[in-house]
C-alpha cells in the first residue's frame, strides 16, 4: 500500500473516531432520586457508571391534567414582574431560558422574542433554529424554523418565520403570544447538532426537552453540572431517552445569567440543584408553576 494511501486510511480512522467514538462510551443513565406534587414532577439523578452528571427534572404534563403550566419571562425588569405575578401561585422551577446581549435586567434578548404580546426582539438569528412558544394556557410547543412549518391555528396559517416574520410578530401581538429563539440540539428523535460544526467548549450545560414516555407528555430541564461540549451533552440526554419519543431539546443559557431553582413540596429549594446566579438578575425567566 502507498504512503498516501496509508495516510488516507489513518485519517478516515480518525474522522471516524471523532464522529462516532462517543457511542463506545457509557451514555446517560436515569436513577430515581425524589418524587414531587404527588409524582407529577421527578428529579433523577443523570449517571454514568458511577458518577453523577447532574439531575434531570420531568415535570408529566399530562399527569397533572393541565394543573402544571409554563410561563416565560423577558421584558423590562424581569424579576420585577416575577415577583409580582407569582403571588398565590406554586412555583415547581425557574431556570434562565434564552440568550441575553448582556447580564442586567436591561439587557435584550437575542433572537426574535415577544413577551405576552409584547414585541421585545424584532430580529430572527440566523444561527438559531428553535423557535420556542410558550402558550397562554401554559403550554410549549417547539418549531425547527427551518421547516417553514409553523402552524398558527387561530388564523388558519402555516407559515415559514423566517420569510414571514411580520405575520409571525402580529399574531404574537394579537394572540398575547410569548415567542423566543434558541439552538436545536434534536427534533423528532434526530440530533440536529453537529459534533465538528459546534461549540467545542466544555461547560456545564442546561437543556429544555419536551416528549412523551408511554403516551405520557413530559415537559424536562436537562441540568448537566459536569463540563461537556454541546454535542456531547446533547448526544447523552438523546440516548438516555432512546425509549420516548422526544420531540425536541433546546439549549437553555447557562452563561452570566446561570439560574436554576427547585421547589419542594414544602417550597423550600432543592439545595443539591442551583444555578450560580441569582434570580433578581434574571435577564428571562422560564417557569413551571401550578396556578
Known amino acids: 500500500m502507498s504512503r498516501r494511501s496509508i495516510s488516507t ?12 467514538g462517543h457511542n463506545a462510551q457509557a451514555q446517560f443513565s436515569f436513577e430515581k432520586h425524589q418524587a414531587l406534587r404527588k409524582a407529577e414532577v421527578g428529579v433523577y439523578k443523570l449517571k454514568k457508571g458511577r458518577r453523577n452528571y447532574g439531575y434531570a427534572t ?28 407569582r403571588k398565590g401561585k406554586d412555583i415547581v422551577l425557574i431556570s434562565s431560558g434564552g440568550y441575553s446581549t448582556g447580564f442586567s435586567h436591561k439587557s435584550e434578548p437575542v433572537g426574535i422574542c415577544v413577551d405576552n404580546g409584547k ?27 427551518d421547516e417553514c412549518n409553523l402552524t398558527l391555528a387561530s388564523i388558519g396559517k402555516t407559515i415559514c418565520p ?27 428523535n434526530e440530533l440536529k447538532i453537529n459534533p465538528t460544526r459546534s461549540s467545542q467548549k466544555s461547560t456545564t450545560r442546561r437543556f429544555l426537552v419536551l416528549g412523551f ?25 438523546l440516548q ?7 420531540i425536541s431539546i433546546v439549549n437553555l443559557d447557562t452563561g452570566g445569567n446561570d ?5 419542594d413540596d414544602d417550597k423550600s429549594k432543592l439545595r443539591y440543584m442551583m444555578g450560580e446566579a441569582e434570580p433578581r438578575d434574571a435577564t428571562n425567566l422560564l417557569v413551571y408553576y401550578y396556578d
Open 213 to 237: 414516555r408511554n403516551g405520557d407528555l413530559f415537559h424536562a430541564i436537562f441540568n448537566v453540572d459536569k463540563e461537556m461540549t454541546l454535542y456531547e451533552a446533547a448526544d447523552n440526554a
Open 119 to 145: 414585541i421585545v426582539n424584532r430580529k430572527i438569528e440566523s444561527d438559531k433554529d428553535a423557535l420556542v412558544i410558550v402558550e397562554a394556557a401554559g403550554g410549549v410547543r417547539v418549531s425547527d424554523i
Open 259 to 263: 439560574i436554576y431553582e427547585v421547589y
Open 240 to 246: 438516555a431517552m432512546s425509549k420516548m419519543d422526544v
Open 162 to 188: 423566517r420569510d414571514d416574520k411580520t405575520r409571525l410578530l402580529n399574531w404574537g401581538v394579537n394572540e398575547n403570544a410569548t415567542v423566543f429563539q434558541s439552538h436545536l440540539l434534536a427534533f423528532k
Open 58 to 85: 420531568f415535570l408529566w404534563r399530562g399527569r397533572s391534567k393541565g394543573k402544571l403550566k409554563a410561563k416565560y419571562f423577558a421584558s423590562g425588569n424581569t424579576y420585577k414582574t416575577f415577583k409580582s405575578w
Open 9 to 20: 486510511c489513518v485519517s478516515l480512522v480518525l474522522l471516524a473516531l471523532t464522529c462516532f
